[in-house]
Each structure stands twice: as C-alpha cells, then as structure tokens.
C-alpha cells in the first residue's frame, strides 16, 4: 500500500512539474475552466434557493384565486359572485381582493397597491415595502402624494415599513384602506380585482374549481398547486433565454478542452517517447495523464463552486441583479438559504470532471502504446 | 510546485466539506426569516414573489392572463428582458377550461 501511495506521490510530482513546464497554457485553461464552473454552479445554487424559498414563504396561498376575463383580459369582479360562489358546497370561506397596479412617474416604478382584507390600516395612511422606502427616500410618518389615474392628487401618511427581511415578497406593495383604495382608483362599491377561496377539503380543490367554472363561465380559477408549481419551474433547467447563451459558452468550452486535451503537442509526444525510452510502462503514463486531467478539473471545480457558494450566499447574487432587474427599477435585497440540491451538485461535478479527464486519456494511450522511437522521431 | 498546488487542493477540498456545515448553519439562521415571510404573505393572501417588478406579467407571473406576453398583437415580440428569463408558467398555456379537464381526470 505504502509504495503504491509513494508511486502516486512521485507522479503526481512529476505531472505537476509537466504542468509548471506550461505554465501560462495551463493557468489559462484553468481560469476559463473555474469560471465556466463559477457561473454554471451559481445559476445551479440561486435557482434552486429561490425556487424552494418561493415554494415555502407561498405554502399558504389562496387555495383558489377567481378571475373574471373578458375578452381574454383581467376585468373586475361585479357584485354578486361573493355571493354565487358562496353557496357553492364546500366552499368555506370567500374574500374579495383588492389590489392593483400603480405606475409611479417620479421614479420611473411598478407598485402594487393593496387593500389588506384584515384591515388594521387607518384611513389616508400607508405601509410601504421596504425597497419602496429606499428607492423613493421614504421614512416613518413622513407624507407622499400619487396622482390617480383619474388625475386627481392623494396625500398619505407613511404609518409603517414592512420589515427588511421580507422584501422578496414585499418589495414594491403599498398597503391602504379599503376606502382609499376605491376612492384611488375609483373602483365601483361591491366590485374587486379577484376573489380568494378557501376549500373545506383540500381533496376537493379541483371540484370545486371545476363548479365555480361551471357556475361562473367568465371566470378563471387559479389553483393554489398551479401559483406553487409556477415558482417550482422557475429557471428550470429547460428555461429561459439563459441557458441558450450558456450551451453557446459551454460548447465553446468544450472544444477548448477537447482541443487541449485530445490534441498532443510535439514537445508531449517528445516527452512520452522519452518517458518510454528511459523504462516508463505505458500504464506509467497513462496514470501521470490522468493525474494532470485530474488535478486540473478537480481545481476548477472545486474553484468554481466555492466561488459560486460565496457569491449566491454571502454577495447576495450581486452578478445576476443587473440581469434579474431588468428594466425594473425596484429590486429587493434578499438573501437566500442555502438549499442545496445535491444531484445538481453532483451532476456538475460529474460534467465538469469526468469528460475532461476523459478526453486527456484517448491520445495519451494512444502516443503510450506506440514505439517510442517512432513518437520521439514523429 | 507539490509543495503549493497539493496544500491548495487540499483545502478547496475542506472548503468545500466546510460549505456544506456553513449551509446547514445559515439554514438555521434563515428559518425565521422564512416563517415571517410566510406569515407575511398568509396574511395578505400573496401569491407570487416580488423579485420581477417590471411588467405585472412578470411581477405576478402565477396570476397573469392567457397570452400575457403576447397581450398586444398575437406575433408581438417580448417587451421585457425578464420575459427572456423565465417562461410562462405551464398552466397559462393551457387554454382548456379547468371544468373539462377536471371532468376527464375524475
């Protein structure tokens, strides 16, 4: 055991005097190496937190959200479907939603303004979420006035600052009275955005959809299992624009290595006609080829997934903000748990590592098992 | 060059190893956070996370109508880069009323 360690030992020795021998080659390659590693592994560990954070803070969303379309669009709920749906059987429990959007010219913002259906907000006052008062430059009890879409001025009074922690679902809301909001807005008395169900038996969910789509043909229930579904695909590995600009850097990765690994250059193919000549078995080197294949990926990928470890839970994601924000202007600070899926982790250690020191292997055991006169003289 | 790269390796090895203590300790730490969150959100009766605030497509993705980021020409190209980053949630997709496929699945 203790000679096959020190046989490893000196080849590893030896490999990484090979290695040193090319040094700027291979210190590049192993830079684009760990960065290639650094942004697959953060999209891996930011998607994953969030999709399950978003999962749990949602848990206990409206079991059923009613819409009401016309012509395909979002309009408002008239009076008399609370009541409908009301003596629909197992239904327990129906709420009005009071909430909408708010277009706020001074910064240039998306708000959502909402009527909290547990009340507890005093007339002409206001509780904002927490990016709202940074962006905007809002402090407790001071005033801001919005133009309504009618024209007329409203005046409120900063009463409260949702906390800090919770701006990732809390970021751009405004939360008023019920009267303010419809005066805001002038929505019509009885009528609101959508309506909010709870299900006596959670069983029975789909049924009772399907009744209210029957009894309500202009309506559109949404599940609860569809909104957490919705947030469980998000940036799934299928998705989004990303990963087509990714597969293009993957790709152009994956011929940099191959060229790398699988092309031997004349000073290697001299150093493994020499090896050969001085008494080195071709297991000999294809073992110290292996190690350098190893080494390598090994480093980047450990590199790399450090790297992205820090950078998704300790800097906050602060390379993906500009991508996520888009052309918003309001972002929430958050910062994620750590969830860590580890079959993504493992299947990037497997894509990172494997075919690397693979590709190494093919031409080395190729130059290894010719006459080493031959390969010196080639 | 053994005498800096191996130490190197090593400790990425035990930084890694320290990554996944690190994760279950911070875990802890977010539980709170977390549970407020969700409570936040029972109470107001949210649905959707405020991390796209720019179109309400994308700022309430779960809630948006058919065709959302299509909504003003069917051939109409996306407005927003978020609209690039994720896709529409599969059950906008399906135009079928929820009656008819509830009545198959039963």
Redesign the interface.
Known sequence: MNIWIEQQRALIDFTLAALARRKARNLGLLAVYTLLVFVLASVALFSHALRHEATRVLADAPEIVLQRLVAGRHDLIPPGYLEKIGHIRGVQHVEGRLWGYYYDPVIKANYTFMAPGAGGIERGTIVIGAALERVRGLALDTGISFRAYSGKLYSFVVADILPHDSELVSADLVLMHEDDFRAFFAFPAGHYTDIALAVANPQEVRNIAAKLADALPDSRPILREEMLRTYASIFAWREGIVLAILSGAILAFGILAWDKAAGLSAEEKREIGILKAIGWETGDVIRMKLWEGVLISLTAFLGGYLAAYLHVFYADSMLFEPVLKGWAVLYPRFQLAPEIDGLAVATLFFFTVVPYTAAVLVPIWRAATTDPDAVMRS | ??RL??P??AL??V??AM??V??AL??E???G??E???V?????????????????Y??????A???APF?DHPLALEH???G????P???IARHE???RT??R??
Do not use: W
Not at chain 2, 46 to 56: G, K, P, V
Not at chain 2, 84 to 87: D, M, V
């Open positions: 060059m053994r790269v191996l190197c390796l990425a090895v930084g890694f990554s996944c690190d994760a911070l875990r730490r977010h539980a956070r977390i407020a969150n969700h936040l959100a029972k109470r107001l009766g949210l649905t959707d996370i405020a991390l796209f605030t720019e179109a309400r994308t700022r309430h993705p779960s809630q109508d058919l065709h909504q927003f880069p978020t690039s980053l994720i896709a949630p599969r059950h009323y929820l009656d509830t009545a699945a039963n």
